[in-house]
């Protein structure tokens, strides 16, 4: 593999050689984390059955990933804007390969808790950064063409995961779930390395903010152990008190620490965006319902229905084909109409392709009840996703400044971990399933049904939030300036890919000449060709 010539931040066009490597590496990294998340929510019944795990060592296998994620994701993605995004983005692919080979071969319950939690240190470097990467790579014209990229990709990658992994199960083990980690990422590290180029956020100077950072830190875990065992019951109520008391102090301390930082970790100006937040309360709300969702739905299907890991990861597969299909169309439409109605319409689609979940008959688990019931909902629910990630992701990173892309990326995904860990820690407690009642297709049955009625609620709930706090203007380009008297005109903003062009394909009509649309400098004068002399570039 060829070493790539150095780009310019923010210059790299989506459809250029360095611009497809951009997404490849990005969206393979953080399809590592994806991929895993999915993937081991199909697993779960067979780890239970051959490691002796209950409900509570099963929920761990998951929060426990989901708690190093959401407590170092704000210091990975300071990192990144600091030291380079490439940088940490290859450190952390490093940090993430080798706990899954520990994964993969844990030969207890407790020892794979431990490696999916070293798991999510390497998640928390490398999933910010890969979002960093793409804000802070592409011209600003194609970033919400981009972002949809990866979010279809990505989701992807996340709908693949239990099919993949179902059939891994089925013919091999579920320990190579962990080990299809080692050559994705060292794929990863090469394309990273050789052809990605390196950006970092020029006005973080100065010492690092150790003591933000720890703060931060104790504060995620703090809170987030507390919204985990809290809903359970399985610690000592004195003990989930105090992680929730000394988390919410730990992030009041991080708070007045961040306002009087010389070099802060997360600059205050971050938030006085009001857009931002409200992209991260809408992302809350939507991704604890979809938390939910993907914890039980596999589960529901194995336990209740009959199927095998590898018919109940297929299942999901038309979800794979929206989001391919539809997700980056979805950020170039949210960019030409405002982010306001998709996200209102997207999570409406998902609270109604949960309520029609509730229609799955119990051990019914052939091909006409999976077209009769299954397939209906899934359908819906994958037209909702598709329509709702990219312009949720795109506002949230739009929203702040670009030099923050790193920051604002690790706080949209923290809020998305902690919201999917609360709902995977509290759904079960709230909807009645425990004990043995993985075993058991009736009893879960009826827990599963009242949880698709809480987290439809939810989602129902993230559109509404959206309708009334997101406005339509977030992604529009900046106006271009008019040109005083007696100086050149500027060029014109870049269009937001009118040519159809949602990935990697061919457009469905040609795009304009770089010489016509990129080039800077006054228009031809009378008598001057509008065409680029032989030989030049594009500005």
């Known amino acids: 593999m060829e070493a790539h010539q150095e780009t310019a931040p923010g210059t790299v066009p989506f459809r250029s050689a360095t611009g497809r490597w951009v997404l490849v590496a990005t969206v393979l990294g ?8 999915t993937v081991v929510n199909v697993a779960l019944p067979v780890i239970g059955r051959e490691l002796g795990a209950g409900v509570s060592d099963l929920q761990w296998v998951l929060d426990s990933y989901l708690l190093t994620l959401a407590a170092l994701i704000l210091l990975g993605g300071s990192l990144a804007d600091r030291y ?100 994705i990422g060292l794929f990863v590290l090469a394309a990273t390395v050789h052809r990605v180029p390196e950006s970092r956020d020029p006005g973080a100077t100065g010492r690092l903010d150790l003591r933000g950072a720890a703060l931060a830190t104790a504060g995620l875990a703090g809170v987030t152990y507390a919204l985990i065992e809290g809903p359970r019951g399985q610690a000592a109520g004195w003990l989930t008190a105090t992680a929730l008391v000394l988390g919410v102090a730990a992030l009041g301390g991080f708070a007045r620490t961040e306002r009087r930082a010389p070099s802060p ?20 709300v939507v991704y604890a319902a979809l938390g939910g969702v993907f914890f039980l739905l596999v589960v529901f299907l194995q336990t209740s229905l009959g199927y095998t890991p590898l018919y109940a990861g297929a299942a999901s597969l038309p979800v794979t084909l929206l989001m391919l299909a539809l997700s980056s169309r979805a950020g170039a439409l949210a960019q030409r109409i405002g982010p306001r109605l998709p996200l209102t319409v997207g999570p409406l689609l998902l609270a109604a392709g949960m309520l029609l979940m509730l229609r799955i008959p119990v051990g019914e688990g052939g091909v006409g009840s999976y077209a009769a019931y299954v397939l209906p ?34 706080v949209n995904n923290a809020v998305s971990r902690v919201a999917q860990l609360t709902a995977v820690a ?14 058991d297709p009736r009893a879960f049955a009826d827990g599963f049904r009242t949880a698709m009625l809480i987290t439809a609620a939810l989602a129902a709930a993230g559109g509404l939030l959206a309708f009334l706090t997101i406005r339509s203007d977030v992604l529009a380009p900046p106006p271009v300036p008019e040109a005083a008297a007696g100086e050149p005109h500027p060029a014109p903003a870049a269009e937001p890919c009118p040519y159809e062009c949602p990935l990697a394909g061919t457009p469905l009509r040609p795009a304009p000449s770089p010489s016509t649309t990129e080039r800077s400098g006054p228009p031809p004068g009378p008598g001057q060709s509008d065409s680029a002399p032989p030989g030049s570039a594009p500005s």
């Open 30 to 37: 953080s399809a590592m984390g994806f991929l895993d998340a």
């Open 84 to 183: 380079g995004r490439r940088r940490v983005f290859t450190l952390g692919v490093v940090c993430f390969v080798v706990p899954s080979v520990l994964c993969a071969v844990a030969p207890t319950a407790g020892v794979l808790i431990v490696a999916r939690a070293l798991q999510g240190v390497g998640a928390a470097l490398l999933t910010p950064g890969s979002l960093a990467i793409i804000q802070s790579t592409y011209r600003s014209a194609d970033r919400p063409v981009a972002i949809g990229a990866w979010s279809a990709l990505t989701g992807v990658a996340s709908a693949l995961g239990p099919i993949v992994g179902g059939y891994l199960i089925d013919a091999f083990s579920w320990r190579w779930i962990f080990l299809i980690n080692v050559p």
């Open 265 to 284: 970790m997360l600059p205050p100006g971050v938030f006085t965006a009001r857009q931002f937040l409200s992209a991260n309360a809408v992302t809350f």
């Open 377 to 410: 909902a899934v359908l819906v629910f994958g037209f909702g996703l598709a329509t709702t990630v990219a312009p949720v992701t795109a506002t949230a990173l739009a929203a702040a400044p670009s030099e923050h892309s790193g920051v604002a990326s690790g």
């Open 426 to 439: 509290a759904l079960p407690v709230v909807a009645g399933i425990g004990g043995s009642d993985f075993q």
